[in-house]
């Protein structure tokens, strides 16, 4: 049986940051808004969050987001003309993104760090649980990530994070967790409660190569902890920060996750998205494996 306090009903996506690594061409356009394939990288997470009995979506924009309102706003117009061209699939696939899920927004005015974007949907998220993807990581697998969080929050009632295994010359790119498996859990050794976190140490430095990847499933008092966190790396609010506080006052998993995780925010990763997911179309995937044999490479 799971109630309101443990029943995982929203999500909160941070979407206000400025995306330097993806410049120029996030100069005038949201990262989240570039497409793997045929849709924008925030639309994987909107159906993952479906896909994971969510029903509710906190967008957090920031200048120069309107693009992404939009994208999951109805367009009559379009929809229309499509009719009227007889492109009725299409207009169907146009109408479901605005029909799929409730959608309500709020703005960070300045990007001041992932904790604190996360902060600004305090009000909207309100005093239950609620899961955290970035809009920029698509974790691709049979069970959705933030479906296999929820499932642990639902039984333990400790906030979990997502993590996996990351090559140890790599860890300067993530958040990684000094954690120990949890004992006679269904999770086996995929389950660790979390001593601390340490964001992007260096490889001789870090604890583990367990690194953070991107969905969190959290108790509200998160927002307490962020409130009490400063700034920290590069002046910014950070969720590790804060992390590491609810892990020493309420305690917190990380679940080593099924799925395959693309950081999409980065270009290597995007281009690895994009050939994956191209492969697995199945309209055109047959033919790109053809022309990527041919190449000669
Ligand atoms: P990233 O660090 O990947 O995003 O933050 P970024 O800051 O946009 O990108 P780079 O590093 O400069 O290339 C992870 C997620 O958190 C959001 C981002 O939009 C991204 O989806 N974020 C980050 C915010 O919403 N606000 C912030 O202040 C920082």
Same mark, same amino acid.
């Given at each position: ?15 206000? =940051? @400025? !995306?330097?690594?993806? #410049?120029? %061409? ?5 990262? +989240?808004?570039?497409? &793997? ?75 001041? =760090? @992932? !904790?604190?974007?996360? #902060?600004? %949907? ?5 005093? +239950?649980?609620?899961? &955290? ?76 190569? @367990? !690194? ?86």
């Amino acid at each position: 049986m799971t109630d309101l306090r443990t029943r995982v009903r929203k999500a909160v996506l941070p979407a206000a =940051g @400025l !995306g330097t690594r993806f #410049l120029p %061409a996030t100069k005038a356009q949201p990262k +989240e808004m570039l497409p &793997v394939v045929d849709k924008p990288l925030i639309q994987y997470a909107v159906e993952e969050c479906l896909a994971s009995g969510i029903e509710n979506i906190i967008i957090v924009t920031g200048r120069g987001k309107n693009a992404i309102e939009d994208h999951f706003d109805a367009a009559p117009e379009l929809e229309r003309f499509l009719e009227e061209k007889g492109k009725r699939e299409l207009a169907e696939q146009v109408r479901r993104i605005s029909n799929m899920i409730q959608f309500s927004y709020t703005r960070q005015k300045e990007p001041l =760090g @992932l !904790g604190h974007a996360v #902060l600004c %949907a305090r009000e909207l998220v309100g005093d +239950e649980p609620f899961a &955290v993807l970035l809009g920029d990581v698509i974790i691709d697998g049979a069970v959705p990530a933030t479906r296999q969080l929820a499932e642990v929050f639902e039984a333990t009632g400790a906030g979990v994070i997502a993590v996996q295994e990351v090559p140890r010359e790599q860890t300067r790119l993530y958040g990684i967790v000094d954690a120990v498996a949890e004992k006679n859990s269904r999770w086996g050794e995929r389950l660790l409660r979390i001593r601390t976190l340490v964001e992007k140490p260096a490889p001789e430095q870090a604890p583990s190569t @367990l !690194g953070v990847t991107g969905r969190y499933v959290l108790p509200p008092e998160i927002f307490d902890c962020i409130e009490r966190t400063g700034r920290g790396a590069l002046g910014e609010i950070q969720l590790t920060d804060a992390l590491v506080l609810l892990a020493q006052e309420k305690g917190l998993y990380a679940l080593v996750v099924e799925g395959t995780t693309y950081d999409a925010g980065d270009k290597l990763g995007f281009l690895k998205a994009t050939v994956e997911f191209g492969l697995k179309n199945p309209e055109f995937g047959e033919a790109f494996r053809d022309y990527l044999r041919s190449l000669k490479l």
